[in-house]
């Protein structure tokens, strides 16, 4: 369990806590908003309160105990029947009850069970309780969406200083570098958006692990893959490799000036 948060009910601070991806609200604390003295064992030797928990297992648990639950659903609803949580959890392997110990420690269910048992409670505090949970998920959507913003502004910042310092524009390619036959079609892209062959690269970068698009950043990424696309067009038209070359040249300037202009592209190694 991890990431707790805490929601008001009524009147009656809830904990909600991440058990995996999933939330889990605590029961300790809404039952102290039912009136009497009651327990969480209550609930549970109530017959529809064991169905339900039985049905929810077989939907999200491929592990549940059939067999041990067959036997508890059996007894549920008579007098002298009684289980813990704990009991519950240990014979059926149940996944949607979880019993907690230390400082913030209680019974903390599944948030589809504990919707359930904030019926127990009342009607009305179910209501509240749905209530409050959907506002604490507006608001971590909202935080989330703030994060998402900071992060691509420190990218969008990364991408538009990256681009200054290593010259990103495509230089214009001379005729002699036109006339140039590559047996390799991949070089044809290469020196289209990064003005030379991979083994030129690798000339100049003896020291370099890997090679030249290992080494390209989000925005070349991005227009090598329009790049590939487009010069897969003009094999198909029939245009000839220097005039494939020059076009692909043109269209990767182009690209590379609109992607840095709008800052728009992520970098794809995941620097900040």
Known sequence: MSKRKEIIVRDTPIRIVKVGDEDYISLTDMLQAKDGDFFISDWLRNRNTVEFLGIWESVNNPDFNYGEFAI???QAGLNSYKISVKEWVAKTNAIGLVAKAGRYGGTYAHKDL???FGMWISPEFKIYLIKEF???KEQEQKELGWDIRRNLARINYRIHTDAIKANLIPPE???????LVYANEADVLNMALFGMTAKQWRDANP???GNIRDFANGAQL??????????ALLINDGVLQPERLMRLNQVAREQMRILLADHGVKRLEGGE
């Open 207 to 209: 020291n370099e692990k």
């Open 114 to 116: 504990a919707f359930e």
């Open 222 to 231: 991005v227009c090598l893959a329009n790049l590939e696309s487009l010069n």
């Open 72 to 74: 508890i659903k059996s």
């Open 173 to 179: 390619l001379t005729q002699k570098q036109v006339n």
């Open 134 to 136: 959907q506002r604490l």
